[in-house]
């Protein structure tokens, strides 16, 4: 399928329903499409031809989001640009990308003006919302659309994906159609959606408040196959989230953990109506154990994790809202630190450096084979075939299966610090850490030291109105994972340097700390 055919799907269901609501203003389906239509007759007007490629640079908006329905109605292919990136970064991507199309929203045109003399490949400008002398106008560049348009993409690819360059120069991640396929496939299967037969023909309700050009933008096409409403947020302010829930009555939505942690402090938290979520799913980064727990509590028995990487979007392992409890209701304490189980259309193994599979309970790292899997990485053979080694696609994760089947993920593989000669996974380390009751979040990394190799060091973010003594923070941790794996050095910043999409940079919090 290609991307358009998830909202041709939708509208297949009733072209007057709700597909996109924005700031009180609601587009059906047919609008949708008319729109999508419109997008893709001028890209043609303008010369893109099958396989081009073109570029979206915008906050969360409903009419960018519909460009990428054009965009695929004219077989050209996405490439989305993250608004939070430097400059410099962005032109690469572009470059990297053979763009020749850029859609951007005005609050973008300074970044874009700086770099547009640099990028001889893009040769058609359109600003969504605003006339510019050097930049063509959403009318203008709509107005070179004639005949209708309905082509195939180029190969069956749907977008290219930069990885975002923080271990190094960006690569483009090309995903095709099977690719969304396979993940639109498995988030059908994997989690709960709302049954028509049973709540009068109800279709899910998913709020985007993380970027549409990352995990929240891929989620949306599972609920365009069922004629769902999208509620998309332009801006991320989690007091604007609970109303949102409340009012739309929201059915499912995606936050990484950094933003869940905001929702279960915010103060409106208690008395907001959350009895429409089904599945509230959680990923991108690693989420406290004991965070986790209260959100189970709090929100509701419908929290659900995915793990994946672009490489492999989204689904990679899931834990359904109903694998976080045991049998008899309880909660699986023991399962909350884990990555769900592998998806039924993607198979794992934990493999040795050398490439040898091992056993249940070993670590090692995570690979993966499915038609989940990119088919590359864009004009880069060597890293598409060095993270494709021994026939199975390399996470860079190091893990273990237990023996119910769940995945574990310890750490990035370039994250494990080696301390008096014992690997320590650092993961592991802060999940201890957030246990503490004063921790907000928390980085773990290792510093070169004389006596231990690497001194295992770590860095806190303490919840509002909080204060620790570094010393009890390392006979908090010890007393739950024991010495070798207590750090040696506590430090408390105000916050942790992060990255565009919420990560802590572990590679900045090295460099903040070797100059102290």
Known sequence: MRLVDYLDKGASLGGDAPCLVCDGQTWTYDEVRDLAGRVASALVGH????????????????????????????????????????????????????????????????????????LPKVTTLVCLDEDLEWAMGWE?????????????????????????????????????????????????????????????????????????????????????????????????????????????????TFL?????????????LESTDLSSLE??????????????????????????????????????????????????????????????????????????????????????????????VMRGYYKNPEATAEASAHGWHHTGDIGYLDGEGFLHIVDRAKDMVITGGFNVYSTEVEQALMAHPAVADCAVVGLPDEKWGERLTAVLQLRPGQSVDPHDVQAFVKERIGSVKTPKQVEVWPDLPRSKVGKVLKTEVKAQLSQI
């Not at 090309?174 to 994997?190: F, R, V």
């Not at 899910?204 to 995990?215: D, E, F, G, I, R």
């Not at 834990?319 to 909660?331: N, V």
Request: charged share 20%; glycine share 8%; hydrophobic share 40%.
């Open 47 to 118: 010369g893109v031809r099958p396989g081009d490629k073109v570029a979206i640079l915008s906050s969360n908006d409903p009419i960018a989001f519909t460009c990428v329905f054009g965009i695929s109605r004219a077989g050209a292919v996405w490439c989305p640009i993250n608004p939070r990136n430097e400059a410099s970064e962005n032109r690469e991507l572009l470059d990297l990308f053979d763009c020749s199309v850029l859609i951007f929203k005005a609050a973008y045109a300074p970044l874009v003006d700086q770099i547009r003399a640099e």
């Open 140 to 252: 203008e560049f709509l107005s070179a659309g004639t005949d209708p348009v309905d082509r195939l993409a180029e190969d069956d690819l749907a977008l290219i994906v930069g990885t975002g360059g923080t271990t190094g120069r960006p690569k483009g991640v090309m995903l095709d159609g099977t690719n969304i396929e396979t993940m639109t496939a498995l988030t059908l299967m994997g989690y709960p959606w709302p049954d028509p037969a049973a709540t009068g023909g109800t279709r899910p309700t998913y709020l985007a408040l993380a970027p549409l050009t990352h995990a929240a933008g891929v989620l949306c096409f599972p609920v365009l196959t069922q004629g769902g409403s999208i509620v998309v947020m332009r801006q991320p302010d989690v007091g604007a989230f609970l109303t949102a829930v409340q009012e739309h009555r929201v059915t499912h």
């Open 256 to 268: 990484p953990p950094t933003l869940i942690y905001m929702v279960l402090d915010h103060p409106d």
């Open 279 to 372: 599945c509230f799913w959680y990923g991108a980064a690693p989420m406290s154990a004991r965070r986790l727990e209260e959100a189970l509590t709090r929100i509701g028995p419908v929290m659900a994790q995915l793990f994946g990487q672009t490489e492999a979007p989204m689904m990679i392992s899931m834990m359904s809202p109903r694998d976080h409890f045991r049998a008899d209701g309880t909660i699986a304490h023991e399962r909350l630190s884990s990555a769900g189980r592998p998806a039924p259309l993607v198979t794992v193994s934990i493999l040795a450096d050398d490439g040898t599979p091992l056993p249940q309970g070993e670590r090692g790292e995570i690979v993966v084979r499915s038609s989940l």
